[in-house]
């Protein structure tokens, strides 16, 4: 891929300190989130990467040090409209994947203590078996030296599980939406285009919090933060104009239209666990 030496920065150089009425839930099919259409760049990958453990380690080291004391795990019925909303699969899944709930505890601070975890020991020798891979052997010989190499491995292979911050089910999601691209040394970039790939609940947020912060108090990189002039908000919907594109190509998100998605979503989403607590406590 030409990505332009601008989008192409690696994701640890962005780590710098910085009412409607309710209805009866039943199973009608949502309707089709929209997307941006899909290029080849991110439809059509031979392969995807594997991101490095030390550029996970650096990330989750950022988070926690920066958010790890304000960042609570959402709820259930948010996690999973979170998850469905940003799917790249538009074909009707299972109930039982749909309505998956948080596999963390909501309400949480999962990235608060991860920084003790993420010493700067353990993070030179994480970046220098990311510069020197011939030095990890599998399977790991009986020698301290490269146990305690693999011990490192593991223990962030670990950390960002869904059992305990997610972070890399969180990469893995953004990478299918193209927003991001993990290259084959396992570094991580911004894709080409990700800004007309960015969901519409990211957006939201832009606009509730981040996004009028002119003092930067939640430390976001101007790099993202150029959504703002990327995307404009007029009369109740987004849209992100492409400049020497024709209008079909622009990209529309109706706030009305997330909404009626979102709440027919949570209604569905608390008639099947209620259907299931009641097969589980009454056998009905």
Not at 225 to 236: F, N
Request: glycine share 6%; proline share 6%.
């Amino acid at each position: 891929e030409d990505d332009s030496d601008d989008e192409d920065m690696p994701l640890n150089a962005l780590l710098k300190p910085q009412t409607s009425h309710k209805r009866v839930a039943d199973d009608s099919k949502l309707p089709s989130p929209k997307r941006p259409k899909q290029t080849e760049s991110n439809t059509g990958r031979k392969s995807k990467g594997v991101p490095s453990a030390y550029i996970l380690g650096e990330i989750m080291l950022h988070i926690s040090n920066t958010y790890g004391h304000l960042f609570l795990e959402p709820s259930h019925p948010n996690y999973a409209w979170q998850q469905r909303h940003r799917s790249v699969i538009t074909a009707p899944l299972p109930k039982e994947v749909m309505f998956a709930g948080n596999p963390r505890k909501p309400g949480t601070l999962s990235f608060e203590n991860v920084r003790f975890m993420l010493t700067e020991e353990r993070l030179a020798r994480l970046k220098n078996n990311w510069l020197n891979p011939e030095q990890l052997k599998f399977p790991p010989q009986s020698t301290s030296e490269e146990m305690e190499q693999w011990n490192d491995e593991w223990t962030i292979t670990h950390l960002s599980s869904d059992a305990v911050t997610g972070i890399a089910h969180e990469i893995d999601v953004l990478e299918n939406l193209g927003i991001l691209k993990i290259n084959q040394n396992g570094s991580i970039v911004l894709a080409q285009g990700w800004q007309r790939r960015v969901p519409h609940m990211i957006l939201n947020e832009m606009k509730d919090a981040w996004g009028s912060d002119t003092n930067n108090l939640h430390c976001i990189h101007e790099k993202i933060t150029s959504l703002e002039d990327a995307w404009q908000h007029d009369e109740d919907e987004w849209r992100f104009e492409s400049d020497g594109l024709d209008d079909d190509d622009d990209v529309v998100y109706e706030d009305d239209e997330y909404e009626l998605r979102r709440q027919i979503f949570l209604e569905n989403y608390d008639a099947f666990v209620n259907s299931r607590k009641g097969v589980g406590e009454f056998g009905i």
